[in-house]
């Protein structure tokens, strides 16, 4: 099959199943590689769903001047500014300063105008989101411009559930009893429980959180309420539930918390003994649906997102300095 561009090679990703998990369980744990995407994450697929959906409504036109805006932990401005390459538009990619080294490179590699700002909740005026909405209503005056807005647009969700949960329902060919994963603008977990629950209603949706995050508590007592923190980028909010996971509320059966430890143990033996290298928040989802076939016990199958690769996070998770100065596991084979 050829794919005649960027655009087309988005999504189709394989499902893999993940051995260690799996005989842990006596489940089948099953991941989905969103790693294999184009750009390299899940947020592939948020991308090209906003810019497609802009293209539809007539904001932008392919090859002709337009600007693409949004405010990002990273890896959608790596799917928003690869896409834009695509059709000839710019791109101005807002970033917290603590995302990961490597996410900026990769960002300032492809052409992005990147424009770090402090880390901030998502309720203040000095998160990215709300930093990228003024840029791009100055953009707007000079020309066409879209601000991706992945927290509040539909389109986020909608092409999760026109793409990642069919997807997930044709390969198991509806053999799903549980999906799971956390939430960064809670696109991913709201399509995939839209689709999956329109197939079956019996099909288990839980949230996944990492600690320093309020979703487990909104979802298991409605009341957003955050405790610790993470090392984890891309997932969790601690104040404010996303307009994009609002949604999935009545699709949420159940929640997880998973501690950094637990992700990481999953990381580096998903690396070690499956060769499969995943960033930190696919840890988590790993580690929750473990925690979820455990819940449900043997002969179950629970689905997962493998959300990005771990070598966007070399100078983290496998920075021995960075591990230990977390109090976290350092992995045999980079102890040196
Ligand atoms: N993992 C990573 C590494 C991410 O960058 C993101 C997106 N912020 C997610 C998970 C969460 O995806 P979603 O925004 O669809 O909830």
Known sequence: MIAQDFWAAVGNTPLIRLRRASEETGCEILGKAEFMNPGGSVKDRAAIGILGDAVARGVLTPWQPGTVVEGTAGNTGIGLALAANARGWRSIIVVPETQSREKLDYLRMIGADLRLVKPAPLSSPDHYTNFSRRIAEEESAKG?????????????????????????????????????????????????????????????????????????????????????????????????????????????????????????????????????????????????????????????????????????????????????????????????
């Open 144 to 336: 066409p411009t879209i601000w991706a807005d992945q927290f509040g647009n539909p389109a986020n969700r909608a092409v999760h559930e026109a793409t990642t949960g069919p997807e997930i329902w044709n390969q198991t060919n509806g053999r799903v009893d549980a999906f799971t994963c956390a939430c960064g603008t809670g696109g991913t977990l709201a399509g995939v429980a839209a689709a999956l629950k329109a197939r079956s209603p019996k099909v288990r949706i839980v949230l996944a959180d990492p600690h320093g995050s309020g979703m487990y508590a909104w979802a298991t007592t409605g009341e957003v309420k955050a405790e610790g923190n993470s090392i984890t980028e891309g997932i969790g909010q601690a104040s404010k539930v996303p307009a994009n996971l609002e949604p999935a509320r009545p699709h949420i059966d159940d929640a997880v918390r998973v501690s950094d430890e637990d992700a990481l143990k999953y990381v580096f033996e998903l690396l070690s003994e499956e060769g499969i290298s995943v960033g930190g928040s696919a840890g988590i989802n790993v580690a929750a649906a473990v925690a979820v076939a455990k819940r449900l016990g043997p002969g179950h199958t629970v689905v997962t997102i493998l959300c990005d690769g771990g070598a966007r996070y070399q100078s983290k998770l496998f920075n021995p300095d960075f591990l230990r100065e977390k109090g976290l596991p350092v992995p045999s084979w980079i102890r040196t």
